[in-house]
């Protein structure tokens, strides 16, 4: 019933910015997005968070690799999470998922926490 759908990835080079969105619906359960947020997989890589942000109120979480570069945002009205990706280097490449459905108190880093995931956009960045 939920669906999270992410757009704007793309090839960019390195210094070069993104903004990826994701689009949530079909929430059955006002806790459904309480805590919405975004991981990354690098080809042969471990899953790992980028950002989380409390959706109500609008707090962030940003992992310290992509600190002070990436921003995490959201539009409650719109249903709609953004990411928004600055100064890009190579090793930011990977498929970048949208997730929802954390519970309150559990891990946030940990991507077996998280209730809902989208398909997934690419993010590819060139030196």
């Known amino acids: 019933q939920v669906q999270l759908v992410e757009s704007g990835g793309g090839s960019v080079q390195a210094g070069g910015s993104l903004r990826l969105s994701c689009a949530a619906s079909g929430a059955t359960d006002s806790r459904d997005f309480m805590f919405m947020g975004w991981f990354r997989q690098a080809p042969g890589k471990e899953r790992e968070v980028v950002a989380e942000?409390?959706?109500?109120?609008?707090?962030?979480t940003i992992t310290a690799s992509v600190k002070g570069r990436f921003a995490i945002s959201r539009d409650n009205l719109n249903n709609t999470l953004y990411l928004q990706m600055n100064r890009l280097k190579p090793e930011d490449t990977g498929m970048y998922y949208c997730?929802?459905?954390?519970?309150?108190?559990?891990?946030?880093?940990?991507?077996?926490?998280?209730?809902?995931w989208g398909q997934g956009t690419q993010v590819t960045v060139s030196s």
């Open positions: 942000i409390n959706t109500a109120r609008g707090t962030p």
């Open positions: 997730v929802a459905g954390r519970k309150s108190g559990v891990a946030w880093y940990k991507a077996n926490e998280w209730r809902y």
